[in-house]
Structure formats: structure tokens, C-alpha cells
């Protein structure tokens, strides 16, 4: 069983993108920053950024592949949802049974260090 943990900005944070931009709302909102600088994987996380990543599901998978495969494609009773989620994508977090932690990159997966 695998854990998911995915950034999911508040509305209040989403307006201030659409209203200030992302570089502003980046300086206002950290939860904003975070998401700025994982949405291209791993190069731009830091561990701090691990107090805005939620768990939003748990996945039934042999490995990290199957994980990405089936939280975008199913089956659906492999997934269970603790919270809203989107599909698996870059930047999101997968954490495994041993407690290692791993991003999605544009390809494939690089570890990183996550705080629970």
C-alpha cells in the first residue's frame, strides 16, 4: 500500500494567483510557493515544503509504476480516497509500506525527504 500526498491550495489561494500572479502569490502564500517550485519535480523541492503536501489517498500497488498508472487510469477499487484528489502528477509525493518517500518527476521518480 502506498500513500499520496498532493499540494491543494485553498480558494483564497487560488484567487490571489488569478488577481496577483503567481509570483506574488508565491511572496503572499507559501503553500503557493511550494507548488511553484515542485511543479516540475524534484529539482525544486525542499524538505520545509513537506507541511503543505495533504494525504489524499491510499493506493494498491506492486511499485511506484503501478501507482502512477493507476491513480490516473484505475481501477478505482485500488484507490481509497481520504480527501479531494487530482490524477497522480509531477510534484506530487508517493510515500511505500517502509516509509520512503519518492516525487514524481517529468520522468520517472527521485527520492526525497517528506516529514508525515
Not at 489561494?13 to 507548488?35: D, F, L, M, R, Y
Not at 515542485?38 to 529539482?43: A, D, K, N, P, V
Not at 509500506?97 to 516529514?115: K, L, N, Q, W
Request: net charge negative.
Amino acid at each position: 500500500m502506498f500513500k499520496v500526498f498532493q499540494i491543494r491550495p485553498s480558494q483564497t489561494v487560488t484567487e490571489a494567483v488569478n488577481s496577483i500572479g503567481h509570483s506574488a502569490a508565491a511572496q503572499a502564500h507559501p503553500i503557493w510557493e511550494a507548488k511553484l517550485e515542485t511543479m516540475h519535480g524534484s529539482e525544486g523541492y525542499k524538505s520545509q515544503y513537506s507541511e503543505h503536501y495533504e494525504h489524499v489517498c491510499d493506493i494498491a500497488a506492486e511499485d511506484l509504476d503501478a501507482v502512477f498508472h493507476i491513480g490516473n487510469m484505475g481501477p478505482e477499487e485500488k484507490i481509497n480516497r481520504v480527501a479531494p484528489m487530482h490524477s497522480i502528477s509531477v510534484g506530487d509525493i508517493v510515500v511505500d509500506e517502509a516509509g520512503v518517500s519518492h516525487m514524481v518527476d517529468p520522468i520517472g521518480f527521485s527520492p526525497v525527504e517528506f516529514s508525515l
